[in-house]
């Protein structure tokens, strides 16, 4: 199947005048992002343009046919309710229950609560903290890790179980998540400081370049996430869903999970999220992101 994408000259003009002027297409992608256009359209729009540009062709002047056959997503129950017994109220995980307080289609969300202790939320913030840096995305086009705008964080990895809290952590959100230990990369930290924030963006890896395509056959699509308060925030940093209409006010301990992808490797194109910005305060947060399988790190031993 394929769908017919209409589109403003104006919109064309300025994407051509952009790439001119060699402004990053992942910056363009996000700028339209920004003014709430579905974020694959808006890849699929660059990308089009780009691919006329290396072929010396016009690009599209008011739209452009896409191909849907990538794109098509069944939805299945979530993988917290999958493989064995499990009470809606609560994840069993080695060392605690967690308890589910929201859940929600379109993609696959909820709410849990009980995730980290406040001792253990301090220790993680202090853990990251002297090794925070500034925040990178990577660029759609290179698979190089950037600096963006929009991304106005500092942040940090961890290494798969590198002390004793991490490794716990580890296993406890793996566990939460229904997946093998083995499948998790390693904890992000993130700390945003007032007006910092995140727009709206997708988890899972964008085949667009090397970096991304060799990643996914290495170890598979990122399946789903999971993002903990490590603090209590004094206004704003939402974590916002437009599709699913939620908006998430971070309390520390508790956390956000969503899916990305299916059994059947389909992407959710409903799973962009974004970080409303900090008003007060500031906001921490560490990341969990599963694979498909074991996450082999590039330049790793297979």
């Known amino acids: 199947m394929s769908a017919v994408v209409r589109f403003q000259p104006d919109l064309a003009r300025w994407l051509a005048d952009g790439l001119n002027e060699g402004r990053p297409p992942a910056t363009l992608v996000q700028t339209m992002i920004d003014e709430r256009m579905n974020p694959l359209i808006a890849q699929a729009i660059v990308d089009a ?30 993988r917290l309710e999958r493989g064995r017994e499990r009470s809606r109220a609560q994840l069993q995980t080695d060392d605690r229950a967690v308890r589910v307080l929201a859940r929600g289609g379109g993609p696959n969300l909820a709410l849990l609560a009980d995730l980290m202790t406040p001792p253990e939320c301090e220790q993680l913030i202090e853990l990251a903290r002297p090794r925070l840096r500034a925040s990178t995305v990577v660029d759609p086009q290179s698979g ?27 296993r406890r959100f793996s566990a939460a998540m229904n997946l093998p230990l083995e499948n998790g990369e390693g904890l992000q930290v993130l700390r945003y400081g007032e007006g910092g924030g995140t727009a709206a963006h997708f988890d899972f890896l964008q085949p667009t370049n090397q970096a991304n395509e060799a990643s996914v056959a290495r170890s598979g699509q990122r399946v789903s996430t999971l993002l903990v308060y490590l603090n209590q925030v004094e206004a704003g940093g939402e974590t916002v869903f437009p599709d699913a ?3 998430v006010t971070p309390q520390a301990g508790h956390g956000t999970y969503f899916e990305s992808c299916n059994s059947r490797g389909e992407l959710d194109p409903r799973s962009f999220h974004l970080g409303s910005p900090v008003v007060r305060g500031e906001k921490w947060v560490v990341t969990k992101w599963m694979r498909q399988r074991r996450f082999i790190p590039a330049g790793s031993p297979s």
């Open 49 to 78: 343009f780009l691919t006329a540009r290396r072929a010396g062709q016009p690009p599209p002047t008011d739209a452009l046919t896409i191909e849907e056959n990538g794109q098509v997503f069944v939805r299945e129950p979530s």
């Open 144 to 170: 190089a890790n950037v600096t963006a705008a929009y991304r106005n964080s500092l942040g940090m990895f961890f290494r798969p179980e590198e002390t004793p809290l991490i490794g716990r952590l580890d």
């Open 245 to 247: 209409e939620w908006s």
